[in-house]
């Protein structure tokens, strides 16, 4: 009965992780624990697993209107490592000093800069702008939006710089990249290195399965964009993950089918001006959801 206890006490850690006590009392993990043993010759729940196939990071534009200090505190409280870099917190024109003056910052939090993007590319300028920013600041993965007749040009930027490119999903927000059937069709004839960043929000807008689509394409998908919506059309919008239309049992039962190994970076973008409860309540349930699929 233990497991059972355990889960509930992590599905509702996330919120505890950001100092939410009235949200969290004692009283309340003191009853999970009563009810848990009351129950003991009823409920015979699942082990947890033994590993998760993922690293969870997050996405830098979850904290648009926030600075990098409050980032990385929210991470450090929600025990998260990762973080996919926007040039709002590292401009593209920082120095080597100023990057280096980041990576320390980051690395007081213990948290680790993977990526940047997403990047808009529209000329081959930006695409070499984005390519030597990310050789500057040290990563090896860039998650990038081009124009569809740039591809080219990035496939040759892949093999002259040895990264993987992850283009984003957008849905049906903009006229490209609206799921990944899209992403796979358009890359799977370039550099193996090119290939999707699987946001699972906007594939479920365009009306395709995030699940079926990971198991079909999971050998292109370098990063996915962890969020939940409130329906598969394009009014879907933002919502505390495990509210809405997405099945993440079946997600995180699919990563490890396929052996999923690239990070999941959650992008939260419902109260993003005070975002920082969903955040804790959607990182608490995405825990929870792994540990036990």
Not at 23 to 46: G, R
Not at 123 to 135: D, L, P, R, T, V
Not at 143 to 149: K, Q
Request: charged share 25%.
């Amino acid at each position: 009965m233990s497991d059972r206890r355990s889960f509930l006490k992590k599905s509702i850690a996330g919120v505890a992780m950001l100092g939410a006590s009235p949200l969290v009392s004692e009283p309340l993990l003191a009853s999970i624990n009563d009810v848990s043993v009351a129950n003991d010759n009823v409920i015979k729940p699942k082990a947890p697993k033994a590993s998760n196939p993922f690293q969870l990071g997050m996405a830098g534009f979850t904290f648009v209107n926030f600075d990098l200090e409050t980032t990385l505190k929210t991470l450090k409280k929600l025990d998260v490592h990762y973080l996919c870099i926007k040039d709002f917190h590292l401009p593209f024109k920082s120095t080597d000093e100023e990057i280096k003056a980041f990576h320390e910052k980051c690395a007081s939090y213990g948290v680790t800069g993977y990526a940047v993007g997403p990047i808009y590319m529209k000329s081959e300028e930006e695409i070499n702008n984005g390519f030597e920013y990310a050789k500057r600041v040290g990563v090896k993965l860039i998650v990038g939006v081009p124009n569809y007749e740039l591809l080219p040009y990035v496939d040759k930027k892949v093999k002259e710089y040895d990264f993987h490119y992850a283009i984003h999903l957008h849905g049906p927000d903009i006229k490209i990249y609206p799921d990944a059937k899209d992403a796979w069709e358009n890359t799977k004839n370039l550099d193996a290195r090119i290939g999707m960043c699987l946001d699972i929000g906007h594939d479920l807008r365009n009306g395709c399965d995030p699940v079926a689509d990971l198991k079909k394409y999971h050998t292109r998908v370098f990063d996915m964009h962890i969020k939940d919506v409130t329906d598969s059309t394009k009014a879907g919008h933002a919502i505390e993950l495990g509210r809405g239309k997405i099945d993440f049992p079946a997600l995180v039962k699919m990563m490890r089918k396929v052996n999923y190994t690239g990070k999941c970076s959650l992008e939260y973008e419902k109260d993003m001006k005070d975002p920082f409860l969903g955040i804790a309540e959607s990182i608490g349930y995405f825990k929870a959801v792994s540990d036990y699929s």
